[in-house]
């Protein structure tokens, strides 16, 4: 679990290509602890849950939806 202090100084980025602005998206940023893990949010729940990804699992992720292998569609 994530302490709300750990999300203090987050600095929160949605996506260029959000429809309406950021308020059906995910917010990412990285936390700032040292240790290069990324946080991600409902752009809508900013205090609801909070998902943390390790360096190496968010860059796996990034590298596959590059890769196409997120298109679902």
Same mark, same amino acid.
Do not use: K, Q
């Given at each position: 679990m994530i302490s709300p202090e750990e999300l203090a100084g987050?600095? &929160?980025h @949605?996506?260029?290509k959000s429809p309406d *602005? *950021? *308020?059906q998206c995910v917010e990412a940023g990285p !936390?700032?602890? *040292?240790t290069g893990r @990324?946080? !991600?949010r409902h752009s809508r +729940?900013?205090?609801a849950e909070v998902i943390v990804?390790? +360096?190496p %699992? &968010? %860059?796996a992720f990034i590298t596959g939806a590059k890769n196409g292998e997120f298109d679902f569609s």
């Open positions: 987050v600095a &929160w @949605i996506s260029s *602005g *950021g *308020g !936390l700032n602890d *040292g @990324i946080a !991600l +729940r900013p205090n990804y390790t +360096r %699992e &968010w %860059e």
